[in-house]
């Protein structure tokens, strides 16, 4: 593909991008029973539960919201309504609930980012079709007498024009296959699709709607029931038929789904993955009953916490009261002595008064400063001894509840068998164990749907593309 078209394909994504980030550019799902399961290259690994399935490709970004915070985060793994999502900060142990914000512009800028290594060179890409497609060349095509095209003769067998396009589709590196509504387009790429089969070659079918797929898959799959190709699963419908080829492929053509195949092929396995069920439920029994005692053991300590700060409130208090009853102390042996030289001062005659310094107003004055300071002390030891009676009364209340949760935690560890200490390495342990099964699990489900056919994953996904229907008003 020449340059000026690769710059006009990015030109035209960066357009598409721009205009849904203007419009409803990303989606908003409601998440909960957030579980953490390990730490893995700086990411925060949880497992989340969902209303309705995500639609989001696998290593998406994504952003959460917990309690009113966003992070950043990354989109694991999801398996039906479970997903794994890795978060840059720890959040804890447990999140009860959450938001994930999505963006629907993803796989445009995945593209937009191929085209732009395709165009610096990092990137070496066939474009050869493409370049045939958008330049208007034909390819030269082999004659049809040198190749062995193999399809069924079916009651309703093609006619002429629609033989042709088989041969064409079959022979050419590139055919465009038209005709107005009710020609039997099809039926005709039905055929094309089996003739490719018998041939050895690997088809993907594509289209603007999941109709026009399931419509051809159900043609292709009627022609093809008796044979090794769809008896061993290799017609596999991926993604999700609208809901009523749904009900007729499960009906009639059942082995072209993802799950009846694995089904199918996988029937030694089923016991293995009951088996794995099984354990992996008794771990999460385990692991909720976990929870139950985590949650006591942290009511415990914060009641301890709470223990020791007004224990240290307490002590602080007292340590104020005894400093406050000795200047109390003080200022009450100086009024005493201020009453006593004021009484000498009134018996005493004038010389006396002079040369002791005995001056009645003055010691009046200092007897009354002395009162009101006795009066101020007398106020804070008072204030001090009700809380002191404030923070005794409440450190009994947090013994007695002190009491009562190291209770509920030591019952609980008793019908656990496990001590305090051991229960965050247990923990783990489970912990790992699910994530071993989860593992075996999922092995367990890929190597029932490599069992489809190992193609399905290869990154050369096939041999022939087909689009089917993908001008509907232009009649194609």
């Known amino acids: 593909m020449t340059s000026t078209i690769i710059e006009e394909f990015i030109q035209a994504l960066d357009e598409e991008i721009e205009a849904i980030k203007k419009g409803k550019g990303g989606s908003i799902v409601k998440i909960f029973n957030g579980r953490f399961l390990r730490e893995i290259s700086g990411l925060f690994v949880y497992v989340f539960n969902l209303e309705n399935f995500l639609a989001v490709l696998d290593d998406s970004p994504a952003e959460i919201e917990i309690r009113g915070t966003r992070y950043r985060a990354q989109v694991l793994l999801t398996q039906g309504l479970e997903f794994e999502i890795g978060i840059e900060h720890s959040c804890g142990q447990f999140i009860p609930e959450a938001t994930l914000h999505t963006n629907l512009w993803y796989l445009l800028e995945l593209l937009k980012k191929k085209y732009s290594e395709c165009q610096s060179g990092t990137t070496r890409v066939d474009f050869h079709l493409s370049e045939i497609l958008f330049s208007g060349r034909q390819s030269t095509a082999k004659s049809t007498s040198q190749l062995d095209i193999s399809y069924s003769q079916s009651k309703d067998p093609p006619n002429d024009s629609q033989k042709r396009a088989i041969e064409a589709s079959f022979s050419s590196q590139l055919s465009i296959i038209w005709g107005p509504p009710g020609t039997g387009k099809t039926k005709t790429a039905a055929k094309a699709i089996e003739a490719h089969l018998n041939a050895g070659r690997r088809v993907l079918l594509v289209s603007h709607s999941n109709n026009a797929v399931d419509e051809a898959l159900e043609d292709v799959a009627e022609h093809l029931k008796s044979t090794p190709f769809y008896q061993e699963g290799k017609l596999v419908r991926l ?3 609208q809901e009523e080829h749904l009900k007729k492929l499960e009906k009639d053509y059942e082995l072209v789904l993802l799950d009846k195949i694995a089904a199918k092929l996988g029937e030694s396995l089923s016991q293995e993955k009951e088996d794995l069920e099984a354990k992996k439920a008794q771990i999460e029994s385990k692991l909720a009953s976990f929870v139950g005692v985590f949650n006591a053991l942290q009511k415990r300590d914060a009641i ?23 200047d109390l102390d003080m200022l009450e042996q100086s009024l005493v002595k201020k009453r006593e030289r004021f009484v000498e001062a009134q018996s005493a005659g004038m010389l006396k008064r002079f040369l002791k310094g005995l001056d009645p107003q003055k010691l009046q004055y200092e007897i009354d400063q002395a009162t009101i300071s006795v009066d101020s002390k007398m106020r804070v030891v008072r204030e001090i001894d009700k809380q002191l009676k404030d923070i ?84 194609n």
Do not use: W, Y
Not at 304 to 326: P, Q
Not at 415 to 423: F, W
């Open 304 to 326: 301890l916490s709470e223990l020791d700060g007004l224990r240290l409130s307490l002590s602080e208090s007292e340590r104020r009261l005894r400093l406050t009853k000795a």
């Open 239 to 241: 993604g999700k038929p």
């Open 392 to 475: 005794r009364d409440s450190i009994r209340t947090k013994d007695d509840e002190a009491k009562t949760a190291r209770n509920d935690a030591d019952e609980l560890l008793k019908h656990l068998d496990i001590s305090a200490g051991e229960l965050e390495n247990k923990r783990k342990e489970l912990e790992q164990q699910k994530d071993t099964i989860l593992v075996s699990c999922f092995r367990n489900s890929l190597h029932k749907s490599l069992r489809l056919d190992k193609t399905i994953l290869a990154s050369d996904l096939c041999n022939c593309l087909m689009t089917q229907d993908t001008s509907k008003d232009c009649g």
